[in-house]
């Protein structure tokens, strides 16, 4: 069985800083893909930052420059360091990953259960 687990949220004042972390367990034998997105009350939920298997990054636009992105293969972690944190920023986080399991051809999504997030100004 796999388990996405975030941690780090929490209630932080506008130009604050947070740090998520994104720690995934179980019977993987390779990560392709790993992300975060939101979801903010009464919105859909949006991709805030990817990180592609060779480290490419891509950001929604309201974060460029504010958020980063990072993995860690190894410790098979993904990080989103969140600066200059704005009342819009307020969210569940939700980390996701394209695991690649023995005897499955393909990777498959998986999903944490989300961290909150809110920004208060």
């Known amino acids: 069985q796999v388990h996405l687990v975030e941690s780090g949220g929490g209630l932080v004042q506008s130009g604050g800083s947070l740090t998520l972390s994104c720690a995934i367990s179980g019977d993987v034998e390779s990560i392709d893909d790993m992300a975060w997105y939101r979801r903010a009350p009464g919105k859909k939920r949006e991709l805030v930052?990817?990180?592609?298997?060779?480290?490419?990054?891509v950001y929604e636009d309201s974060?460029?420059?504010?958020?980063?992105?990072?993995?860690?293969?190894?410790?098979?972690?993904v990080t989103l360091q969140m600066n200059d944190l704005k009342p819009d920023d307020t969210a569940t986080y939700y980390c996701y990953a394209d695991l690649r399991q023995a005897y499955v051809l393909n990777a498959l999504p998986y999903w944490g259960e989300g961290t909150r997030v809110r920004v208060f100004s």
Do not use: P
């Not at 930052?49 to 990054?57: E, L, Q, Y």
């Open 49 to 57: 930052a990817k990180i592609t298997i060779d480290n490419k990054m």
């Open 63 to 77: 974060v460029k420059g504010r958020f980063a992105i990072s993995r860690d293969n190894a410790k098979r972690t």
